[in-house]
């Protein structure tokens, strides 16, 4: 009677525990407590890891430079189009701690700057630093773009450059181009406006600064606000645009992004050097450094025109809309007719490719894409890529522009990468390692419920095994 009671316990027992077991699953219940358990620790605060990797990423960043050298300029004031070579990279090691890191609201919000430090990396690039590049005289286009509506001083300010025997295009080193040069034309308009600013380069004045204060919010109310920017430069939105939708500061820098992201959401991210905010989508699962992550990617819709999504309308500037895959941000750039895009226009309208010889846009190398740990929500790889250009047209009233087509043309691709380093891989590691355990534990018990069925059952066959009499146990045949 004993035996059987505990022949049919054991039985009851492992229906018991599969119940539990199936029932956990469906209730996602240590797969919900890690993720709350995940949501509270991911905040920034003073002690947390998540503060001291966001304060300083131990994962070093490089940007690389690739120029457009510019081989036939006689044939472009002619008329014909554009025939560059890419050069580069030119890497740098970037260096962009958060500073005067002040807590408000309670710990609620965190204001911070984040200046970025540049380090040439010879070893890491093709080229030096002395290297010569031809390329579209960009203050000329700016100050020729400014006054071409005034006779007079347009007629001056081509006198001017006849007479130093300046061009629409000019051969500088690279760290001029980069980093700043006096420009001989804005030197000339400097003794007329002071206050004009005689040196020129297209990151001149941005190594060892910073693009202004963030207010971030720490996640301390909310998990999906973990490092979102509530204000930047004292503003809640932007005032460059024609819509309020276009002048929204959404989401994070993208350096850091909140926990438990799912692979329906929308990261949306603030990037000041395109002067507005963009959003990326799930695009693919992948791995870095052994570590699952999910592959986000802006779509395309971000950079269209208008015409294929109507939200872009308030990016036109001046009711001029330009084609798909580039943005203007003259008006953010004291109104310099520099137009952002992809590299080799990736993405954008193919007469832009056509437009340039030497265009060759391909995904894997021109594409910008971050991948994310989808439980912690860190960043294990990334890569921006954008491309500078400027806008060149046929000014009558500058005889420089000579017969010139009217074009975008590129100067610049930049790629600022990141790769997690080898002890922060090893830690996320091991914690996702107690993680998945901690996530298993619902299949272990229906497991356990299966080892407990079977032995179940091998009892039961042998409870029911009746046992032999002495007499049957008797041989049949005696001597």
């Known amino acids: 009677m004993l035996k059987s009671c505990c022949i049919y316990g054991t039985g009851l027992l492992s229906i018991l525990v599969l119940i539990a077991g199936i029932a956990m699953v469906l209730a996602h219940v240590f797969l919900n407590a890690l993720n709350s358990r995940i949501e509270t620790e991911m905040v920034l605060e003073n002690g947390t890891e998540a503060f001291a990797v966001w304060q300083d990423p131990p994962a070093p960043v490089y940007m690389q430079f690739y120029f457009f050298n510019l081989t036939n300029p006689e044939e472009v004031l002619k008329g014909e189009r554009p025939a560059v070579t890419e050069v580069g990279p030119y890497t740098y090691r970037e260096y962009r701690p958060m500073e005067s890191v002040t807590f408000t609201d309670n710990g609620t ?185 999910y592959r986000f990617v802006p779509p395309s819709e971000v950079f269209a025109n208008m015409t294929v999504n ?90 420089q522009t000579e017969n010139v087509k009217t074009l975008v043309f590129p100067v610049m691709y930049l790629n600022e990468s990141v790769l997690i380093d080898p002890d922060s891989a090893r830690k996320l590691s091991a914690l996702l390692a107690k993680a998945s355990v901690v996530i298993n534990i619902p299949f272990i018990v229906i497991s356990l419920g299966i080892i407990l069925g079977v032995v179940f059952m091998a009892l039961l066959c042998c409870l029911r095994t009746p046992e032999s009499t002495t007499a049957e146990r008797q041989p049949l045949l005696t001597s």
């Open 109 to 293: 919000k965190v204001a911070a700057v984040n200046p970025k430090t540049y380090v040439f990396e010879p070893n890491m690039s093709r080229g030096l630093e002395d290297d010569l590049i031809r390329t579209v005289n960009i203050p000329a286009m700016v100050v020729m773009e400014r006054f071409k509506d005034h006779t007079f001083i347009s007629r001056i300010i081509s006198d001017l450059m006849t007479a130093g025997g300046m061009t629409l295009f000019v051969t500088r080193p690279v760290a001029e181009l980069l980093w700043g040069y006096e420009d001989p034309l804005l030197k000339e308009l400097h003794l007329i406006d002071p206050l004009l600013d005689d040196y020129f380069g297209l990151f001149y004045k941005m190594n060892g600064t910073n693009d202004g204060e963030y207010v971030f919010f720490t996640g301390k109310q909310n998990y999906q606000d973990f490092a979102r920017v509530d204000l930047w430069k004292g503003q809640s939105s932007l005032n460059w645009w024609s819509s309020d939708e276009c002048n929204m500061i959404n989401g994070t820098n993208g350096a850091s992004f909140h926990p438990v992201i799912t692979k329906t959401e929308r990261l949306y991210m603030f990037s000041s050097d395109l002067c507005r905010s963009l959003y990326a989508t799930f695009d693919s699962e992948v791995r870095v450094s052994g570590i699952p992550a």
């Open 310 to 399: 109507p939200d872009n309308a308030g990016f036109c500037v001046g009711g001029n809309c330009l084609g798909s895959g580039l943005l203007n941000v003259s008006v953010c750039k004291e109104g310099a007719p520099i137009i952002m895009s992809s590299p080799h226009f990736y993405q954008a309208d193919e007469n832009y490719v056509q437009d340039v010889f030497g265009m060759r846009p391909k995904k894997e190398d021109h594409q910008t894409a971050i991948d994310i740990n989808p439980l912690t929500g860190l960043v294990l790889r990334a890569a921006k890529r954008l491309q500078v250009n400027v806008f060149v047209e046929k000014l009558p009233v500058f005889s």
